[in-house]
């Protein structure tokens, strides 16, 4: 049986405990109260804010030197001040909902209003459900005649759906939000407000009396980067969509997850009686259980899904696409300095590629405005983008240096855009973002600058993301530096990036070649007194050794750069984890996912499996949502994608079953999951052996697929099977 549901023996206490639908555009959160049903709505574009290129700060470029001077001197504390008040963006605000920068928010809240039971009884035989790869939650109590709810979105018609069967009474329907003009009228509810882009959403229901049916249809939409008003394309939206009917959009969803859902599968097992029970008392009783780690893939995937369309304006934010809020935390934006492309990690392996094509048009948003903070913030040509941006691609600095002077977090996102071109080969995509790639490593190769005490070519003035460290020369707590390892790494990664991509396209052999001479002059990856992976160019002393980012170990994961085939710095990697968790990493939702990825790339199974069992039960919600606190869906999947490398990896020259099987997870199989280079992996195991594994590729092409200690070479449709 699937692990494909989770369920509930009572209705939504808090929406945290809310089950999510989503189409990528359109977003609900599903309470199931019986008297009075809430749901909460969502629009991926319902954002406050607009364009201002004003934040780029001009004045930071002519007071670059004086910071690097005193960096190279080790006076780290007086650089530090010089950053503070010119490493920063220009104007106030950020992350302010009414600043230019703004914050995504709620669509507001759908009522429906039954009037009995009271809200305080749960009637006989109540339960909500959320089944996965049919998109649709329903809710249902009652013995004799039941109240049956059910409740998806449609991606084809861009249409909410609430359909419910049993009323006693055509129910009163009420919306409410912020700031918003509710117009109510026959069977219709409309509302328009400017947040400043135009928002209109539109509710129309019908209820047939005589068999006690309800179905409510819901859509809505804004005016960002579209040239329509949004209050003519709901009505022509609903219109579509309510000539089709219920029926055919629900048809049209259950296909839509059936399809994406069942691209892969994995099946970890687990028993009957656990299934059995409710999905809030499965979670807090039984975290280790790994049928629980089978559902939370599966829902990785659908929270996906239903997050990021490819045919929606904008990718999956800190919250996916749910948000109840109108000042949510970090305004839930897009952070580009890990949370990001942490949504995107397993989208190739679990192939579903198209996912990402918002978020590959985000890169492009960020490449063309980030021209202009190259030039105005730092006098270079190319693109630079720093810790976060939003609908109208921010690129700028940000308040303070201790997050926001991290300058390689555009050319991260570009790691997307590598991956892309490594699973699937093609040369169209890869001709068409090559400007993009280039742009990037043109900044790069013009912000370096020759560290006097070392030789090598570093970034400065930098800081490794969000951590602080001890200056050496008078104690004081500061962050800015010259060639933080994630910089080196991410840096290292673009130029051999863009090599390749020169290489692979017939073009621009002299610039490949100045990068390829650029790169030589990076520093290496060191080790540090604790045997650990060093995070600043100097062996500095952690202000707080438990931090949440583990930045330097980017070239573990998701990078390439430290692998078995590197013994002393996989060893080191290991030991700058253990360091962190004992003193306290990991204590956000996000960063234990990171870890599991970190532990799974160790070839460690068991680790790996640990840290997802703390990650259940430390920071996931009721209804599965990862907390960082609050919620934030980057934990989710981060934790999905630690499933898949616990399973199959290809980053180092070889297809690698089962590279970090725990003990509990001895029996078992996976179908589907895609490895670099265009291939297919299906594989099965028992007692911790795999027994049988299927590699699927293009005729001709072959690839090293390593099983066990066992190192065979796959080509074409390749079966391999354990003999008895």
């Given at each position: 049986m699937k692990e494909n549901r989770l369920w509930y023996a009572s209705p939504a206490a808090s929406w945290n405990e809310a089950l999510p639908l989503g189409n990528g555009r359109l977003g609900m959160m599903v309470f199931g109260g019986v008297a009075e049903e809430r749901i909460q709505l969502n629009e991926e574009s319902v954002w406050t804010g607009w364009e201002c290129p004003d934040y780029d700060n001009p004045d930071t470029a002519e007071h670059l030197g004086e910071i690097r001077r005193l960096i190279f001197a080790g006076n780290y504390s007086e650089a530090q001040e010089l950053c503070n008040r010119w490493l920063v963006c220009r104007g106030q605000?950020?992350?302010?909902?009414?600043?230019?920068?703004?914050?995504?928010?709620?669509?507001?809240?759908?009522?429906?209003?039954?009037?009995?039971?009271?809200?305080?009884?749960?009637?006989?035989?109540?339960?909500?459900?959320?089944?996965?790869?049919?998109?649709?939650?329903?809710?249902?109590?009652?013995?004799?005649?039941?109240t049956i709810r059910e409740y998806f979105v449609s991606p084809t018609h861009n249409t909410a759906v609430i359909r419910v069967t049993g009323?006693?009474?055509?129910?009163?329907?009420?919306?409410?939000?912020?700031?918003?003009?509710?117009?109510?009228?026959?069977?219709?509810?409309?509302?328009?407000?400017?947040?400043?882009?135009?928002f209109a959403l539109l509710i129309r229901w019908d209820y047939e009396e005589k068999s006690g049916t309800l179905t409510v249809f819901v859509t809505a939409a804004t005016s960002y980067k579209s040239d329509r008003d949004p209050v003519g394309e709901c009505r022509e939206t609903l219109s579509k969509a309510m000539l089709a009917g219920a029926d055919e959009l629900r048809r049209d969803t259950r296909a839509y997850f059936s399809d994406l859902l069942g691209r892969c599968s994995i099946s970890l097992g687990s028993p009957e009686e656990k299934r059995k029970l409710p999905t809030d008392r499965r979670l807090a009783e039984h975290p280790d259980d790994p049928g629980l780690a089978e559902l939370y893939f599966n829902y990785g995937r659908y929270l996906l899904i239903g997050a990021s369309s490819p045919v929606g304006k904008l990718p999956s934010n800190l919250q996916g696409i749910w948000c109840g809020e109108y000042a949510p935390a970090w305004s839930a934006d897009f952070h580009i300095n890990i949370n990001i492309q942490m949504d995107y990690w397993f989208a190739e392996v679990c192939g579903l590629p198209e996912l990402?094509?918002?978020?590959?048009?985000?890169?492009?948003?960020?490449?063309?405005?980030?021209?202009?903070?190259?030039?105005?913030?730092?006098?270079?040509?190319?693109?630079?983008?720093?810790?976060?941006?939003?609908?109208?691609?921010?690129?700028?600095?940000?308040?303070?240096?201790?997050?926001?002077?991290?300058a390689a977090a555009g050319a991260w996102c570009?790691?997307?855009?590598?991956?892309?071109w490594l699973y699937g080969g093609n040369r169209d995509f890869l001709r068409e973002f090559y400007p993009v790639i280039r742009g990037a490593a043109e900044f790069f190769q013009a912000y370096l600058v020759r560290d006097p005490r070392t030789g090598y070519l570093v970034t400065a003035p930098a800081s490794s993301p969000e951590n602080s460290f001890i200056s050496p020369n008078d104690g004081h707590v500061v962050n800015v530096c010259a060639g933080p390892t994630m910089d080196t790494s991410i840096i290292r990664e673009l130029f051999a990036f863009c090599v390749d991509a020169a290489e692979a396209l017939g073009t621009d052999a002299e610039f490949a070649d100045g990068i390829r001479k650029t790169a030589h002059q990076l520093p290496p990856l060191r080790i540090g007194k604790y045997g650990q992976i060093m995070e600043w160019s100097e062996d500095f002393d952690e202000a707080e050794p438990g931090h949440r980012h583990m930045s330097h170990l980017y070239g573990l994961h998701p990078g390439s750069e430290i692998t078995p085939s590197t013994p002393a710095l996989f060893e080191?990697?290991?030991k700058t984890i253990e360091r962190r968790l004992v003193h306290g990493g990991g204590h956000t939702g996000w960063s234990r996912a990171w870890i599991v990825n970190f532990f799974a790339r160790l070839c460690d199974?068991?680790?790996?499996?640990?840290?997802?069992?703390?990650?259940?039960?430390?920071?996931?919600?009721?209804?599965?949502?990862?907390?960082?606190?609050?919620?934030?869906?980057?934990?989710?999947?981060?934790?999905?994608?630690?499933?898949?490398?616990?399973?199959?990896?290809?980053?180092?020259?070889?297809v690698h079953v089962l590279p970090a099987l725990p003990d509990a997870w001895a029996n078992g199989c996976f179908e589907g999951l895609r490895a670099r280079g265009g291939f297919t992996v299906s594989a099965a195991w028992e007692d911790g052996k795999v027994v049988w594994c299927r590699v699927d590729g293009e005729d001709g092409?072959?690839?090293?697929?390593?099983?066990?200690?066992?190192?065979?070479?796959?080509?074409?449709?390749?079966?391999?099977?354990?003999?008895?």
């Open positions: 605000g950020h992350h302010d909902s009414s600043s230019a920068f703004g914050s995504y928010q709620t669509a507001g809240d759908l009522y429906l209003s039954f009037g009995s039971p009271a809200v305080e009884d749960i009637p006989e035989n109540y339960t909500r459900d959320l089944t996965l790869d049919e998109g649709r939650a329903t809710v249902s109590f009652g013995s004799e005649k039941p009323c006693s009474a055509e129910p009163a329907i009420r919306y409410e939000r912020e700031n918003t003009a509710i117009l109510p009228g026959k069977n219709e509810i409309s509302a328009i407000a400017y947040l400043p882009t135009k990402e094509e918002p978020f590959f048009d985000l890169i492009r948003m960020i490449a063309k405005a980030g021209e202009h903070t190259a030039r105005v913030t730092y006098r270079c040509p190319g693109w630079v983008a720093h810790f976060d941006t939003n609908p109208w691609g921010y690129t700028a600095l940000g308040c303070n240096p201790v997050y926001g002077a991290f570009l790691r997307h855009v590598k991956e892309r080191a990697a290991r199974g068991n680790a790996a499996r640990e840290n997802l069992t703390a990650l259940f039960e430390k920071s996931t919600l009721p209804n599965l949502f990862d907390t960082h606190p609050p919620f934030q869906i980057d934990g989710n999947f981060g934790g999905t994608a630690g499933i898949t490398e616990m399973l199959l990896q290809s980053h180092d020259g070889c092409k072959a690839v090293k697929v390593r099983i066990g200690d066992e190192v065979v070479e796959a080509k074409g449709e390749y079966l391999w099977e354990r003999e008895r």
